[in-house]
Structures are given as structure tokens and as C-alpha cells.
């Protein structure tokens, strides 16, 4: 099971399209920052227990209040301790939002096709279906 949120500055209602796989945010989307934290902050709200979260964003990384390490500590103090959090910037710089002392979070730099088996692996989930060509 998964739960898909889009965000920026904050987590809007989104719409999952599963016939096409597609993720629409109805309001259009409003840029303005990424703020990492924020799916942290959304699951933390309303309690939700999740094994692991996993964010892709682009080469932005912070942008709020609350730095997305510091969310992740609150979280596993408040909801679940044992999470895994991956952060994956499709484009490689030299930020790291990720604590590099946590053992229970990754930070990933750039995208390739061993990124969703990585990920998989990290999550302790079954590696992702390679597909036939």
C-alpha cells in the first residue's frame, strides 16, 4: 500500500489517476519552494504509521520552517520510530538533507535505473518487475 502527496511549500490535495499512473494536482500546482519536510509534517498530522517514506524532488531541497531532518526526528518520536526515509534528487548536487549518521535514512543524488531496486532494497520491499523488451 502507498500513499502518493505532491508538495512544495505544502501538501495540496492531489488526485491518483491508476488507470495511467499519473499524479494531478487539481489547484494546477503552485511552485513557490520545496519544502522536503513536508510530507514528514502531512504523515506526522494525522498520525499515520508509515514503514518508510520515500520524496523526489528536483534539485531543491529546503524551504519552511522545519529543516526535513528535524520533521523525521519528531515523527519517529511521535508516530514510528523504526521509519525509513529516502530522499532522491533527480539532478546530482552537493546538498543532503539527510542526517549521514542515520542509518534508517538515505539521501540519493542524480537518477538511473538502479535507483527503484535501490530504493526497493532499502525499504526491505521486493525488487521492482524488470520490464521485457
Known sequence: NAVVVTFDTAVPRVVVDPARLL?????GGRGGGTGLAQPVLWASARGQAFDGIVVLTDNETWAG???PAQALENYRRRVNPAVRLVVAAMAANHANVVDPTDANSLGIAGLDAAVPALVADFLGLPAPAAEEE
Request: aromatic fraction near 0%; hydrophobic fraction near 25%.
Open 23 to 27: 499524479v494531478r494536482d487539481p489547484a
Open 65 to 67: 520552517r522545519e529543516h
